[in-house]
């Protein structure tokens, strides 16, 4: 007879490790692709934070090029937003006159690389697809099984006194490879596109190259971006939340 008690605390530490070790390379790849870099935040409430950006999977930190004093006469060296925070994310923008000379070059060889993928690019884009869809199907015939063994096997009883951790182990590992497969969006990557986006009562309409997409963003380069409509428009590379952005036309 199995010891029900022993085999829970054995199945807690196991997936506290897997969850910790998932979490831990979890980062979002839109806004890895701007890690390092200077970085504008626009946030939905209208604030603009610029700084060197550094992202970690519990947030983001922007490092402020120099410490400036704050109303109330105290140092601040940095801004810090939590990842329970980035529902208020307008949008990160990468101004090219912001990076240096080698950024600037690396960003061109990156720009040209989306625009004309070369074959290995577009089979390691097509490869890592298919492996996200059989990745799902794969859940999928994975839940069928365990919910036949509960059933029908004879530990299926001590089987389901595990769901909850079954169940962490499989959330970790979806959320940490990222969203599935969209092709609305991925017969235009390397596409010029038309982004419309909501501020406020208001929508903007941005063209760029479509890079990249999560679940939770869109990546553009080589936009003409201007926060406000009095503002003088400049060029960008963004990252925009998926709440306040849409792919809305194909620009060529």
Partial sequence: MPDT?????????????????IKGRSRDKCLMNFAGDIVNLEQADGKIIWGKLIVENTGMEFIYPRAHKNKDGYKEASFILYRAEYPTIQALIR?????????KKERE????KTYHPTFIRRFKRKLLNLFKTVRDSAME??????AQAKRRAPGGALLASQDKYVSKIKGEVMGSIGTAFEPLLE?????????????????????????DYTAQYLELMDVDYKISEE??????????SRQNGFVRHLGE
């Fill in 109 to 112: 060889k990156e720009l040209e």
């Fill in 141 to 146: 015939l994975i839940n069928m099984f365990i």
């Fill in 5 to 21: 008690f022993a085999i829970t605390v054995i199945s807690i530490i196991v997936c506290a490790f897997v969850a910790t070790l």
């Fill in 187 to 211: 017969r235009h990557i390397g596409a010029k596109v038309v982004l419309e986006m909501n501020k406020g009562d208001k929508k903007y309409e941005y063209t760029g190259v479509l890079k």
């Fill in 231 to 240: 503002s003088a428009s400049k060029k960008a590379d963004i990252v925009v």
């Fill in 95 to 103: 101004y090219h006159n912001d990076l240096d000379e080698q950024r």
